[in-house]
C-alpha cells in the first residue's frame, strides 16, 4: 500500500497541531493576546502570515510561500511561530506549555486580557512577581551578600533571570543597603524599571489602580 500522500509544502511534522500549540501558550497570558493569522489566497492556493503580541512587528510565514490548502498555510507560520518560541526558552523543546504562575488575586493587582493593573502602595518585589508570568519569564533570582563580614545586616547585590534569553545578566544592582528585605525591594525596583520596557515591547499593558496609567 502507497504511503499516504503529504501535501506540498507542510510542514515535515505534519501530524502535530501547531496552531493548537501556539494559541495554548499565548492562552496563559490572557484570551486576548492570542497570535493573528492573516490568510491569502494566491488562485487555488493559499498563503499565510501571523503575527505574535511578543513580535508584532516581525510576522511569522509569507505571502509568497504557497500551500495547497488554508489550514496546510496556517500550520506552516504557526510552526515558525512555535519554533521561535522554543528558540527564547518560552516553550519546553518539545513545545509544550512551561508551568507558569498566575498572580492571585488581592496581590500586586488584577490580572487583566491585556495586562496587570497594579494596586496602589504595592511592593516592587511583589509587582515584579506577578509581571513576570504574562511576559513569559520565571521570577528572578535576588542574589544579596554583605558588603562586609564586619556589617552583616549592611547587603549588596542583584537580580537575574537564569536562562532567560535576552536578559541582562546582572538587573538592579545596588550597594550597601540596610536590612534584607529593604535591599531585596531596592534590587526589584531596578527590575520593575526592565520589565515595565519589556513589557511595553510584547504590549503588555501595566497600569496603575485607577489611574489608567503606571
Not at 505574535?52 to 500550520?75: C, L, V
Not at 507558569?100 to 487583566?112: E, L, S, V, Y
Amino acid at each position: 500500500m502507497d504511503a499516504k500522500r503529504k501535501e506540498p509544502g507542510t510542514p515535515v511534522e505534519a501530524g502535530r497541531n501547531w496552531v493548537g500549540m501556539l494559541h495554548e501558550y499565548h492562552n496563559l497570558s490572557g484570551p486576548n493576546r492570542g497570535p493573528v493569522f492573516n490568510d491569502y489566497a494566491v488562485g487555488l492556493v493559499y498563503a499565510c502570515e501571523c503575527i505574535i503580541p511578543s513580535r508584532p512587528d516581525q510576522p511569522f510565514g509569507s505571502k509568497t510561500e504557497t500551500f495547497p490548502s488554508k489550514k496546510a498555510a496556517r500550520s506552516n507560520c504557526a510552526r515558525e511561530a512555535v519554533e521561535h518560541l522554543i528558540s527564547e526558552e518560552q516553550l519546553n523543546p518539545d513545545g509544550s506549555t512551561k508551568a507558569r504562575k498566575r498572580a492571585k488575586p488581592g496581590t500586586a493587582g488584577h490580572i487583566q486580557d491585556s495586562g496587570l493593573e497594579v494596586k496602589k502602595g504595592t511592593s516592587y518585589t511583589q509587582k515584579v512577581q506577578d509581571i513576570c508570568p504574562l511576559l513569559g519569564l520565571t521570577s528572578p533570582q535576588y542574589i544579596l551578600a554583605p558588603a562586609s563580614n564586619l556589617v552583616p545586616n549592611i547587603l549588596s547585590g542583584y537580580a537575574s533571570f537564569p536562562n532567560q534569553p535576552g536578559m541582562p545578566k546582572e538587573i538592579g544592582e545596588v550597594r550597601n543597603i540596610f536590612g534584607k528585605k529593604n535591599a531585596k525591594e531596592e534590587v526589584a525596583k531596578g527590575v520593575w524599571e526592565v520589565l515595565q520596557a519589556l513589557a511595553q515591547k510584547r504590549n503588555v499593558r501595566m497600569e496603575a489602580e485607577g489611574t489608567g496609567s503606571d
